[in-house]
């Protein structure tokens, strides 16, 4: 048997109050990452998978619920007490955001922020920590470390901000990454800059990664499995390269299918519809409505996963239908 | 460059500068003398990253900038007033494209009627081709903005564009807040409307993969400067300068691998 | 000034929000009543609020006068249903002057930006930094006193709170796409700005008139109090106040405390309204 | 023209720019002042000489006090007079006004820093404890709404009414001789002087501890283990501090105008009440010295506040 994974989440339901009621946000969510492996979270908007990261980071909103079980290392992080709680987020986990001028204080310099982490959770001293960011500013490619200590955010580039936001991620040295869309809003040659230094730091770390995405194909060539989100559950989970060679769910075909390519134009095979929330979803398939494989069943009763050639997929026809997902695309 | 005399433009744009006088930072040169030009019925791109002024290219040609110097020509067949009719312009936010206080059916009949249709029946009728034209129907005139998904809202708003029959038609990351299955559906509309009617697009956006969709030509800036011009499958698949070079290698597809920047 | 009362009151109103639907109902339902007695008040008072009677005077509540009388034996109740037209009329007009001054200043300024927005800004700026009391109190003195003196100058006061909070917002719709693309479809400045950016920025100038109105209730009655606005013996609830203080050394607390507490309940009811509405008016995004 | 466009250029510009406009705030407002009450109807030579004064001696007057120059010229000569600390003579008591002024002076700074203090002390602290903590937020949100409602001369009223007539803890009016009795004496004053302002600025406070508390970087420290403490003397309330002086620096700027009416009601002997006596019978000079006071007080406290801003948020500091 292969040794337990690092980091598990096991039927996960996140729900918001709403109005009286309450809405679902994540429903049903089971995933794992062993050590030194990368996984990449995909899904398009409020399919669920920044609320998944924020559940296991428990930095869920004020009025949002989470419920089924989120194991570190064998710990239930949801059960968490204060001082273990504090001890999970300052050593064992960290989080990259995805806009990092909203999340790193505008009137504190950048030297403050990177060392806060490592000093008030007393982990290092000033003067170590500076010392140590310092050396991880230079991996990452930041030059003039010293002075950029004293720099204040606005006064770095976004590109340049996120580096420093990777840099305060590895500080504390911590076993696994939560990457919530760190590169979506930089320009395409900086997000291949700081993607790739991003992994050169948690390769030669063995670090583990949860990289968030709504880019199908930029997760699929940075990670080493994948799990595709939609309307707040996985859809699918398997290899990345397996994945984005040959998709098993109607869903992940037709987002490969919709990416318009750089290398040749065909006409592009739209998704007809749009995304839904979970609590959008009917009591059926949340897809069928978009799926053009979509029969009775589908409509009426919600799939279980199912094990088909080595991947897990959501789907009541997914044996049925598998050879003729890629046909379609032609 | 000469441009041979039976080429039938529809857009020649000379010699573009714009230089922004800021209060605290200085001038800042947005655009250093830049040209191209758009035969009738085709697309042309505007490729670059931020800061390149592909941005500021597109509103100076619809008329919304002024430029510091240069020249734009728009030959729209029709006599041009103070502001250019034959030019219009789909924004990126949808969430800003519409008047959040307007319904969509009574948006369309404004436009139409400060452009000459007096007659309600005609204009009633031009509304319906118009939502038609766009995969929306009647149904969605008597509709807010509010209640518009973020896709149907960009089609309500290329609608309105198309209500003056402009001869040009000037996308400004139109497409990019979509989300990817949506922005699929969007980028189909633009290439059938573009089959149907002899419509021309100055399509500005950031994202290769859409641009080589739908454009015949494209020209690449960075910083202000024009660094390479051409036939769209040319540029992207067989660059000449390093930086688009590297551009079309930034783009995560099957098999690749970021890669760090040459310090 | 770099940080703004608009600003401060836009954080202050989101407070008040946070109070809910009972809230915007009980607040329309005061400011509603209160309204309506301005109007009808001197038609419903039980007795002619001018009229002296010596001999019923400093009488506490009871049944022939439920507030009692003052020093000259004029009915208390009556004088504040009469008074509260007056006291309405000021903030109504000040009102009236400033929205309207100051939406247009607001979006004349955000329609054109760059040069003229920063004029109009700074002269907002010298117009917050005068204190409010003091120009209402000397224009009392130019003018002389009266209703129109303090209503005119805290008409000006007011503008600036005004244009700030409408200006944020219009400059904002300015740059939207839809007003971009109305120019481009070759309709008027003038059309974009009347048809598309008020309706726009008509909550935003509804909800922070509302909220100003209560404001300028208790500025109008703090000047007749002091003496420079509406002068005894004619029934106002500052004069009100001003009146029932040398009573007050008496232990006779029925008028200045029944005029105060109509102001206060007054101001309490539009800010509340004002809040209600302005979180309902931005709500939409 | 070359430009210094580093950060400490561009804060060096701002503070002299900041500095400049309220100089030019000030002289702007001298001069509609002077302006306007020069405009202003009545004669100030019938209130110093009386009414059955000669023809010749008004005329005499007239030309002392220069009334027959032209505006500008006599703003000129008051504006240099005044630079001096000359500001002429009181038309009704015959003193100069700076003696006038001086004493009363004291007592007003004296009631503006009671009142400031309870404005600071008690609204800052009340906002904290709304912004945090989610029960206190109902109570303060309540005492605040009210507390801003209540217009001064209201409260006074309130507070005469109980402290002063039912319990006769504190004296109903005057401003007393000796530190401790006039404080003892100003302490309702005071009170009544503080209540708007401290709601303006507990409201105020509240609701940016309450906003800054959700900010994103708030949510990076709590993600990385940064114990509550830390968070909140860190990002919260260093970031609210911004806001929060901002208001309390306006309210004290507010309190300075205030005195005109609280000091009325209380019948302090400050210089508030100095001006509403002297708008009443008339006296000029009074008025627009008073009035440059208030304004000047006004405005070098806005303008410490602008200055605080770009000392406390970098970004200010920067070219932007």
């Known amino acids: 048997m292969t040794p337990a994974p690092l980091f598990r989440i096991q039927d996960l339901h996140v729900r918001l109050r709403h109005r009286g009621g309450e809405r679902t946000l994540v429903r049903e969510v089971s995933l794992s990452v062993r050590s030194g492996q990368s996984v990449g979270l995909v899904g398009e908007s409020g399919s669920g998978k920044s609320v998944s990261i924020k559940a296991a980071m428990r930095l869920l909103p004020r009025g949002t619920r989470a419920e089924g079980r989120i194991a570190f290392d064998g710990g239930d992080v949801l059960t968490l007490g204060r001082r273990e709680l504090a001890r999970y987020r300052s050593r064992e986990v960290a989080l990259i955001h995805q806009d990092p001028r909203a999340h790193i204080n505008p009137t504190r310099t950048v030297g403050a922020f990177l060392t806060e982490g490592v000093v008030h959770t007393g982990q290092m001293n000033r003067a170590e920590a500076t010392e140590r960011a310092c050396a991880l500013m230079a991996d990452v490619g930041i030059t003039d470390a010293a002075r950029r200590l004293h720099q204040y955010p606005h006064q770095l580039s976004g590109g340049l901000l996120q580096r420093v936001m990777i840099v305060a991620a590895l500080l504390p040295s911590p076993r696994l990454i939560f990457a919530d869309e760190p590169t979506t809003a930089l320009d395409v040659t900086v997000q291949s800059d700081v993607m790739a230094i991003l992994l050169e730091q948690i390769r030669e770390r063995q670090v583990s990664m949860l990289f968030v995405t709504h880019d199908l194909d930029l997760a699929a060539a940075v990670t080493d499995r994948l799990a595709v989100m939609y309307a707040g559950s996985i859809v699918e989970t398997g290899p990345s390269a397996e994945i984005s060679a040959r998709p098993l769910h109607p869903y992940t075909a037709g987002l490969l299918q919709c990416r318009p390519s750089t290398a040749e134009v065909k006409r592009l095979t739209a998704i007809p519809g749009r995304p839904v929330a979970a609590h959008e979803a009917g009591t059926g398939c949340s897809f069928a409505p978009r799926c053009p494989f979509a029969v009775e069943r589908c409509r009426a009763e919600r799939p279980h996963d199912r094990s088909i050639e080595g991947r897990t997929v959501a789907c009541h026809r997914v044996e049925e239908i598998a050879d003729r997902l890629e046909e379609r695309a032609s | 460059m000469t441009i041979p005399a039976h080429r039938d433009l529809v857009l020649d744009v000379r010699g573009l500068r714009k230089t922004f006088h800021s209060r605290n930072g200085g001038p800042r040169e947005a655009l250093r003398g830049i040209g191209f030009s758009i035969e009738r019925g085709s697309c042309l791109a505007v490729v670059g990253e931020s800061g390149s002024g592909k941005t500021t290219a597109a509103r100076i040609v619809a008329g919304l900038e002024s430029a510091t110097s240069g020249t734009v020509v728009v030959t729209d067949g029709r006599a041009g007033g103070k502001t250019r009719h034959g030019v219009q312009m789909v924004f990126q936010d949808p969430y800003g494209s519409l008047d959040p206080r307007q319904a969509v059916g009574a948006g369309l009949h404004e436009l139409l009627k400060i452009h000459g249709m007096r007659r309600r029946a005609d204009r009633r009728t031009r509304v319906s081709e118009l939502l038609e034209s766009v995969g929306l129907d009647d149904r969605h005139a008597g509709r807010y903005p509010a209640s518009l998904s973020g896709g149907q809202r960009q089609r309500v708003a290329i609608a309105r564009a198309l209500a003056l029959n402009p001869a040009l038609l000037i996308l400004d990351e139109a497409v990019s807040a979509l989300d990817v299955s949506v922005q699929a559906q969007v980028l189909n509309l633009l290439a059938d409307i573009r089959e149907r009617t002899r419509i021309s697009y100055l399509f500005v956006s950031h994202d290769l993969g859409v641009v080589r969709q739908v454009s015949d030509t494209c020209i690449v800036l960075r910083n202000g400067r024009l660094i390479e011009s051409g036939p769209t499958a040319d540029v992207l698949d067989a660059p000449r300068q390093g930086y688009t070079r590297a551009l079309v290698d930034a783009v995560p597809r099957p098999g690749w691998r970021p890669r760090r920047r040459p310090a | 000034m770099a940080v703004t009362l608009g600003t401060a009151g836009e954080l202050t109103r989101r407070r008040f929000a946070s109070l809910g639907r009972p809230a915007l109902i009980a607040s329309t339902l005061v400011a509603g009543g209160l309204t309506l007695i301005a109007v009808i008040g001197p038609w419903i008072a039980p007795y002619d609020p001018d009229a002296t009677d010596v001999l019923a005077a400093h009488q506490g509540p009871g049944a022939r006068h439920l507030l009692g009388t003052d020093s000259l034996g004029r009915d208390i109740l009556s004088r504040a249903l009469a008074g509260a037209r007056l006291s309405f009329a000021g903030p109504a007009v000040i009102m009236l002057i400033s929205t309207i001054l100051g939406t247009a200043l607001a979006i004349f300024s955000a329609w054109h930006g760059g040069r003229v927005d920063r004029m109009v800004n700074r002269l907002l700026n010298v117009m917050f930094s005068v204190p409010g009391v003091l120009v209402a109190v000397l224009s009392s003195a130019v003018f002389g006193s009266g209703f129109w003196a303090p209503v005119l100058a805290l008409g000006v006061v007011y503008l600036p709170y005004m244009a700030r909070v409408v200006r944020s917002v219009a400059v904002r719709e300015r740059h939207r796409g839809y007003v971009e693309s109305l120019q481009l479809a070759g309709m008027s400045s003038w059309r974009i700005c009347l048809r598309h950016l008020v309706p726009n920025v008509l909550p935003i100038v509804t909800a922070q008139g509302t909220y100003g109105f209560g404001s300028a209730l208790a500025d109008f009655a703090a000047v007749s109090f002091l003496g420079l606005g509406i002068q005894p013996p004619a029934a106002e609830w500052g004069v009100m106040v001003s009146e029932g203080r040398s009573e007050l050394l008496d232990g006779a607390l029925q008028q200045s405390l029944s005029a105060g507490t109509l102001i206060v309940v007054t101001v309490v009811a539009f800010n509340v309204l004002g809040a209600q509405l302005s979180s309902r008016s931005g709500g939409r995004r | 023209m070359k430009r210094d466009h580093t950060p400490r250029g561009a804060a060096a510009r701002k503070i002299a720019a900041t500095v400049a406009g309220a100089g030019a705030t000030v002289l702007t407002a001298s001069f509609v002042i002077f302006a306007g009450l020069a405009a202003a109807p009545g004669d100030p030579v019938s209130q110093l000489l009386g009414a059955k004064a000669t023809d010749e001696a008004r005329a005499n007057m007239r030309r002392r006090l220069g009334l027959d120059d032209p505006l500008l010229e006599r703003y000129r000569h008051w504006l240099t007079e005044a630079l001096h600390g000359d500001f002429g003579i009181s038309l009704t008591s015959r003193q100069e006004v700076t003696d006038l002024v001086g004493p009363r002076l004291a007592t007003t700074f004296l009631l503006v820093g009671m009142a400031a203090l309870l404005v600071v002390v008690v609204g800052i602290g009340l906002g904290v404890v709304g912004g945090l903590s989610r029960r206190g937020r109902a109570v303060v949100s309540a005492l605040v709404g009210l507390g801003i409602a209540v217009p001064g001369f209201v409260a006074a009223n309130a507070l005469i009414g109980v402290f002063a007539v039912d319990l006769g803890w504190f004296p109903t009016y005057g401003s007393g001789h000796g530190l401790l009795d006039r404080v003892w004496h100003l302490t309702l004053p005071a009170v009544a002087l503080s209540i708007g302002y401290g709601a303006y600025v507990s409201q105020l406070t509240a609701a940016a501890v309450a906003e800054e508390s959700e900010k994103e970087y708030v949510m990076t ?100």
């Open chain 4, 221 to 320: 420290a709590r993600g990385r283990g940064v114990p509550a403490g830390v968070v909140l003397r860190h990002h919260t309330l260093r970031n609210a501090a911004v806001p929060v002086l901002t208001a309390s620096g306006l309210a004290v700027a507010g309190l300075v105008a205030g005195t005109v009416v609280v000091e009325q009601m209380f019948a302090v002997d400050g210089v508030g009440a100095l001006l509403i006596r002297s708008i009443s019978s008339k006296d000029h000079p009074v008025v627009t010295a008073v009035s440059l006071i208030i304004v000047v007080a006004f405005v070098v406290v806005t303008t410490l506040i602008d200055l605080l801003q770009v000392a406390l948020d970098p970004r200010e500091r920067a070219t932007s």
